[in-house]
């Protein structure tokens, strides 16, 4: 007798072995149909098999279908392996080598003489949903590891071959065949291929073989697959969206800032984009002021026997611009940590000078590969609002709580306001005693708790030296981002020798709590700006009014607004060109200002302007007082 545990706690037995399909038949033929896998459980490890898997002792099974997430990457998975089926069908000497799942859909590299063309894709795609209305079965069987090798050699699939080489020997491999198409996999896999219904191809792009630029340049394509048809189209509507607000776009046609070929992922920024970060920076310095956070500021290039102790010489050192000088060898901060342990060093301090805040706009450099830069989004040199807070293991706790506060008014005004919390535990190598990481832990989640968030848990994800918090924003897209961190450290300043005059006149460690809010400026400020579409709120927009003339006769009257609106510190330009009122009226409103101030002979004898809100309101003509206060309480507003 087998007895089956399903996830509402009921029970199923059979006589014999059986199959997740025939158990997701037993209990309806909805689900029968709607199953695509099964997550069993053995030996308390859950893991997702085929619905043809056999089950032949005791164990717990839930039917996975569509709606659920492993639903959705057997689905992604299955699809990769369509398209390779496509491929093969459509150009027979292409030879296939991986196709993993990635976010929101999959990609396959294949080896073939020249890249894929737009209209190669297209074909393929049209094939792939041929191929998905045969409904072909997809069966799975299992061979040693060396006859498989031989399998694959055979058909002139060499990549595959070379794969499977790389197996322990003594181990069986198992392989998938839907039609004519057969691949080496792991699984699982959808029951037939006319489960696949809502997926599109993207893009085509070069791949080295194993990552490794020596080797043969791969043709990957990548897709996106979907459980539905809505869902798939919602998806392409998002990156439709995401493209027209790029900020490398935006970044270009608003004059914000380029990057050039003379310093690869390093930012030039441009006098607009500086002026967004000046707003941005003085408005993190009131947080850090007003919070009791002390500014500070560290050198950019450290001796490399700081490097030493922190770690990062041994285990980071391709990671860092290096220099020398006289004989000595430095490095350019990769962090702030360190520097910010060296000034709370710099003096004797007592447990009554905690906790003590630390805040900076820390340059910091990192030196990734070209490939993997992204606009301003992935750079090699970013600022970060890097803070650290140096206290004892009880001030933890109301720490973590006032700064969660701290950041969603952060990000409220910045204009998000979902959230996303996630506490990462103890990782299994660790320092610090198990009393210790009980009261951090406890800690961490009792803020969360006090502050009403309600968070994840990843188990084992803190940082060796303690548990961390990470805080996610969701973009006006639903992207998440993650930019906001409270990470608890035991270590740091000890092995910096950082130390503090106890209560009883003794010495310890205080520990460092690393805290950034919006993390590098250059990352945020590129997320702003695509949240915003380039339409900037007022109080961050680098120019917030536009003042034009219709004709010459009123250019000194529109140089008089633009002196006034600058005395209550408005950052204001002017367009007197002889052009028609009409034409600089629609290139400026490209500009994405949020004022346009229009001033004829009527406003000039009168004392008003005629004021235009981004998006074509027209807000009438006022008096340039009224005006004034408008954009005061807007500004005020930081709506
Ligand atoms: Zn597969
Ligand atoms: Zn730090």
New binding site residues.
């Given amino acids: 007798m087998i007895s089956i545990e399903l996830p509402d706690g009921s029970r199923r037995e059979f006589d014999a072995p059986v199959t997740v399909a025939q158990v997701a038949a037993s209990i309806g033929s909805g689900l029968a149909k709607a199953a695509l896998a099964g997550r069993v459980t053995q030996d308390g490890q859950p893991r997702v098999v085929d619905t043809s898997f056999v089950i032949d002792r005791d164990m717990p099974l839930a039917i996975v279908t569509d709606k659920d997430a492993d639903g959705l990457e057997v689905i992604r998975h299955s699809t990769a392996h369509l398209l390779a089926y496509a491929v093969k069908e459509l150009f027979p000497d292409a030879q296939v080598t991986i196709g993993p799942v990635i976010e929101n859909g999959f990609f396959y590299d294949f080896s073939y003489k020249r890249p894929f063309t737009p209209e190669d894709l297209a074909a393929i795609e049209a094939k792939m949903a041929e191929l998905a209305r045969k409904d072909e079965k997809v069966e799975r069987r299992v061979l040693p590891r060396d006859e498989a090798v031989a399998y694959f050699k055979g058909i002139g699939e060499h990549y595959k071959a070379e794969i499977i080489a790389g197996i322990p020997s003594n181990e069986d491999v198992s392989l998938y065949r839907e039609g004519a198409f057969e691949d080496l996999c792991r699984g699982p896999h959808v029951p037939s291929t006319g489960r696949l219904k809502h997926f599109k191809l993207m893009k085509v792009a070069g791949a080295y073989w194993r990552g490794d630029h020596r080797n043969e340049m791969l043709q990957r394509i990548y897709g996106t697959a979907w459980a539905t048809k809505d869902e798939l189209q919602q998806h392409l509507h998002m990156l439709e969206e995401a493209e027209k607000r790029d900020h490398r776009k935006l970044g270009r046609e608003l004059d914000l800032f380029h990057i050039d070929e003379h310093a690869p992922g390093l930012v030039f920024w441009h006098p607009r984009g500086w002026t967004l970060w000046q707003n941005v920076e003085q408005y993190m310095r009131r947080v850090y002021r007003d919070n009791g956070y002390q500014e500070v500021k560290g050198p950019q290039i450290l001796d490399k026997s700081l490097w030493e102790k922190t770690g990062h010489w041994d285990n980071y050192r391709d990671n860092m611009f290096t220099t020398e000088s006289e004989k000595r060898e430095y490095a350019l901060k990769p962090?702030?940590?360190p520097g910010h342990v060296l000034i709370f060093s710099s003096a004797m301090r007592s447990y009554r000078d905690l906790p003590l805040r630390y805040g900076e706009f820390g340059q910091c450099h990192r030196n990734e590969p070209s490939g993997s830069m992204h606009g301003i989004m992935r750079v090699r040199g970013f600022t970060q609002d890097?803070g650290?807070i140096f206290c004892t293991e009880d001030h933890i706790l109301d720490e973590c709580v006032a700064y969660t506060t701290l950041l969603q008014k952060v990000y409220a005004d910045f204009g998000f306001t979902e959230i996303i919390y996630k506490v990462a535990t103890r990782p299994e190598h660790r320092v610090g005693s198990d009393a210790l990481w009980d009261k951090a832990e406890f800690a961490v989640m009792e803020a969360m708790r006090r502050s009403g968030c309600e968070f994840i848990v990843s188990p084992g994800d803190g940082a060796f030296y303690g548990p961390k918090i990470e805080y996610t924003l969701k973009d006006a897209l639903g992207r998440q981002w993650q930019c906001g961190t409270m990470q608890v450290d035991f270590n740091t300043a000890e092995r910096l020798g950082g130390e503090y005059v106890t209560e009883s006149s003794g010495r310890a460690h205080p520990v460092m709590l690393?805290r950034a809010i919006i993390g590098s400026f250059e990352r945020f400020i590129g997320i702003l700006i695509e949240q915003h579409a380039g339409a900037l709120p007022a109080w961050l927009a680098p120019v917030q009014v536009d003042v034009l003339n219709i004709t010459e006769a009123q250019a000194d009257y529109a140089a008089e607004v633009v002196k006034s609106l600058q005395k209550q510190g408005l950052r204001v330009e002017s367009d007197l060109r002889n052009e028609k009122i009409n034409y600089k009226i629609r290139q400026h409103s490209m500009q994405k200002v949020p004022y346009i101030l229009v001033v004829g002979d009527k406003e000039k004898a009168n004392g008003t302007v005629a004021v235009r809100a981004r998006g074509n309101r027209d807000l009438g003509v006022m008096p340039l007082a009224d005006f004034s206060t408008l954009i005061a309480k807007d500004i005020a507003a930081k709506t």
Avoid: A, K, L, T
């Fill in positions: 962090m702030n940590c890097d650290h690393h």
